[in-house]
């Protein structure tokens, strides 16, 4: 009975109740948040690319929804989505081969995955706008 008690006491895993929130653990949740987002963006997508093949009537249909308020949002949403979980893939690349495990630059790459996929969702997002 002793040991049982023992083991009721202790927490199990320090989870986010014990540890405060800091940049990298922010986004480890991103990325994983990004990954679901993306999964739904590619529905997104591949519902476009059916409608194109249905015809003209649905594809115009489909391209007014996405070209509504609502739809620019969420296309915006899942290019940053798409630069956001690319930016941590390539910092779990380089982690991969060992590199870049020092605190300062274990910041320096959760910075730079923060500010890059918004820079680049910009860019895009510009040279669509200036296609159109």
């Known amino acids: 009975m002793g040991e049982n008690?023992?083991?009721a006491a202790r927490p199990l895993s320090p989870h986010?109740?014990?540890?405060?929130?800091?940049?990298?653990?922010?986004?480890s949740?991103?990325?994983?948040?990004t990954g679901v987002g993306l999964y739904f963006g590619i529905l997104i997508f591949a519902w476009w690319l059916?409608?194109?093949?249905?015809?003209?009537?649905?594809?115009?249909?489909?391209?007014?929804?996405?070209?509504?308020?609502?739809?620019?949002?969420?296309?915006?949403?899942c290019t940053w989505a798409f630069f956001h979980h690319?930016?941590?893939g390539i910092r779990h690349f380089i982690w991969d081969?060992?590199?870049?495990?020092g605190l300062d630059t274990v910041e320096l790459m959760a910075k730079i995955g923060v500010v890059t996929p918004?820079?680049?969702t910009a860019l895009v997002w510009f040279f669509i706008c200036q296609a159109g």
């Not at 949740?29 to 948040?33: A, D, E, N, S």
């Not at 249909?61 to 915006?76: A, E, K, M, P, R």
């Open 5 to 7: 008690k023992l083991r």
């Open 118 to 120: 918004i820079i680049l």
């Open 97 to 101: 081969f060992g590199k870049g495990f």
């Open 50 to 77: 059916m409608a194109a093949a249905s015809g003209p009537e649905y594809f115009n249909f489909v391209n007014d929804l996405l070209g509504s308020t609502l739809g620019l949002i969420v296309l915006v949403l």
């Open 86 to 88: 690319m930016c941590g």
């Open 29 to 33: 949740i991103v990325h994983r948040l």
């Open 16 to 27: 986010l109740q014990i540890y405060s929130p800091m940049l990298t653990m922010m986004m």
